[in-house]
């Protein structure tokens, strides 16, 4: 009997300390998801930006006279890949 009941006082014990804290952890994903949700958009912004920026880059280079821009066109497509992609992992990671 004393045994049951030191259990049920420690159960009720973590029962009633595990209570506080939900609305708070609800709160806090709220503002996650809406950080977050800003976040993604400057990365498809920054996305957008090196796209442009390789395009002029490249252009520029052709126009030059230099035919050889393959490492180039390369290197910012990979570097928009990259930032989308890093966007796309993050909204992954924390499930919004």
């Known amino acids: 009997m004393k045994m049951m009941v030191t259990l049920g006082l ?3 014990g973590f029962y009633v300390i595990a209570q506080p804290g939900i609305a708070e952890m609800q709160q806090a994903r709220q503002e996650l ?3 977050y949700f800003s ?3 400057c990365a498809l912004v920054i996305a957008t930006l090196l796209g442009l920026c390789g395009a002029v880059s490249v252009y520029k280079n052709w126009q030059d006279g230099k035919h050889h821009v393959d490492v180039a066109v390369a290197a910012w497509f990979y570097a928009a ?3 989308l992609l890093s966007g796309v992992f993050l909204r992954a990671l ?3």
């Open 10 to 12: 420690l159960l009720s």
């Open 33 to 35: 998801v809406s950080t």
């Open 39 to 41: 976040a993604f958009d």
């Open 81 to 83: 890949l990259f930032v």
């Open 94 to 96: 924390f499930g919004i």
